[in-house]
C-alpha cells in the first residue's frame, strides 16, 4: 500500500467517526479531531476500525490524546505500527 492508498484509505475510516465532517468536505490533516466531532468512545471504536483497517495493533503506550489529536498524527502512527510489522 502506497502512502497516498495509506492516507486514502485512514481518511475514509476517519469519515465515520466524525460528524463534524460534511460529506464530500475534506479532513484537515492537521485540525484536532475533537473540534471535528471525534470523541473519547468514538476514539475507541476509531482505534479499533484502524486496526482491522490496516491489520496493525495499538499498544497500550500508543493510547493517548497525542496519538489521537489529528489526522496527520494518526497517520503518522498507522505508518509507524504497518512499518513495525513488517
Do not use: K, Q, Y
Amino acid at each position: 500500500m502506497t502512502t497516498e492508498e495509506m492516507r486514502s484509505r485512514l481518511v475514509e475510516v476517519l469519515r465515520e467517526f466524525l460528524p463534524r465532517v460534511a460529506p464530500g468536505e475534506p479532513v484537515e490533516m492537521a485540525r484536532p479531531l475533537n473540534e471535528l466531532g471525534l470523541d473519547s468512545m468514538s476514539a475507541i471504536n476509531l482505534m479499533l476500525a484502524l486496526e482491522g483497517a490496516f491489520d496493525i495493533s495499538f499498544p497500550d503506550a500508543l493510547l493517548t490524546a497525542e496519538t489521537f489529536h489529528t489526522a496527520a498524527t494518526l497517520e503518522s502512527t498507522v505508518h509507524h505500527l504497518r512499518g513495525a510489522a513488517a
